[in-house]
């Protein structure tokens, strides 16, 4: 199966997702996921501002960090936020009229803009183009700026090889060890500032990642 294939069938599995995850979630999700996100910012070395800056938040989903930077110039791209809109009770691009959304795929979103802070979050292994995209999230973060980035990493390499031979792990198109994520980001002079477990597995570990830009 192509790249291109695998991105399709994750987009549609993704939306399938967030349709099954949001019956279970109360009332309280927007109140969680804000505690969440502060939880995972606390983890940022050095600590990142999150107001009066330029922000970005690539493939943001229904309830980003873009939440939680009211006083920042924000913008925030999704290719499935009319179906997010559509179809989940609780995000609507009204709620949030601090931030500039984008209807688009990060591939096809263009802007003479960068930024202080780019927040690449559960997102960069979504992507249908692996390597263009982390050479575009760099050149959208200003020089001294930070990227910020988190997503699930393979713990075995063998296991990696299973997973990338088929549809093993469908919202991932993606299946790379840390090591090789991690090195197609120097690759474009980026600094890892800080680098935490968020998350730990049997197959997987969920690390967040912090880069600054020379």
């Given at each position: 199966?192509n790249?291109?294939s695998?991105?399709?069938l994750?987009?549609?599995?993704?939306i399938?997702?967030?349709k099954?995850y949001?019956?279970?979630q109360n009332p309280?999700?927007l109140?969680?996921?804000k505690?969440?996100w502060?939880?995972?910012?606390?983890k940022?070395?050095?600590?990142?501002?999150?107001?009066d800056?330029?922000?970005?938040?690539?493939?943001c989903?229904?309830a980003g960090?873009?939440?939680?930077?009211e006083?920042?110039?924000?913008?925030?791209?999704d290719p499935l936020?009319?179906s997010?809109?559509?179809?989940?009770s609780?995000?609507s691009?009204?709620m949030?009229?601090?931030?500039?959304?984008?209807n688009i795929s990060?591939?096809?979103?263009?802007?003479?803009?960068?930024?202080d802070?780019?927040?690449?979050?559960n997102?960069?292994?979504h992507?249908?183009?692996?390597?263009?995209?982390v050479k575009?999230?760099?050149?959208?973060t200003?020089s001294?700026?930070?990227?910020?980035v988190?997503l699930?990493?393979?713990?075995k390499t063998?296991?990696?090889?299973?997973f990338?031979?088929?549809p093993f792990d469908?919202?991932?198109?993606?299946?790379?060890?840390e090591?090789?994520y991690?090195?197609?980001?120097?690759?474009?002079?980026m600094?890892l500032?800080?680098?935490?477990?968020?998350?730990?597995?049997?197959?997987?570990d969920y690390?967040?990642y912090?880069f600054?830009?020379a």
């Amino acid at each position: 199966m192509n790249n291109k294939s695998r991105w399709k069938l994750a987009q549609y599995f993704e939306i399938r997702w967030w349709k099954s995850y949001a019956k279970s979630q109360n009332p309280q999700y927007l109140k969680d996921k804000k505690r969440y996100w502060q939880s995972v910012l606390d983890k940022i070395e050095p600590p990142i501002k999150t107001t009066d800056i330029s922000a970005i938040d690539v493939g943001c989903g229904p309830a980003g960090m873009y939440i939680m930077l009211e006083n920042a110039d924000i913008t925030a791209v999704d290719p499935l936020l009319q179906s997010y809109e559509n179809e989940l009770s609780f995000f609507s691009r009204k709620m949030y009229p601090w931030v500039k959304f984008n209807n688009i795929s990060f591939e096809a979103f263009n802007t003479i803009n960068s930024f202080d802070v780019v927040f690449c979050l559960n997102a960069l292994n979504h992507f249908e183009n692996l390597e263009e995209s982390v050479k575009k999230l760099c050149k959208l973060t200003n020089s001294g700026g930070r990227l910020i980035v988190s997503l699930d990493v393979h713990k075995k390499t063998w296991l990696k090889k299973i997973f990338a031979s088929g549809p093993f792990d469908v919202l991932h198109p993606h299946q790379k060890t840390e090591q090789e994520y991690l090195h197609l980001f120097y690759n474009h002079q980026m600094k890892l500032t800080s680098q935490n477990k968020l998350k730990g597995g049997r197959i997987f570990d969920y690390n967040l990642y912090s880069f600054e830009k020379a």
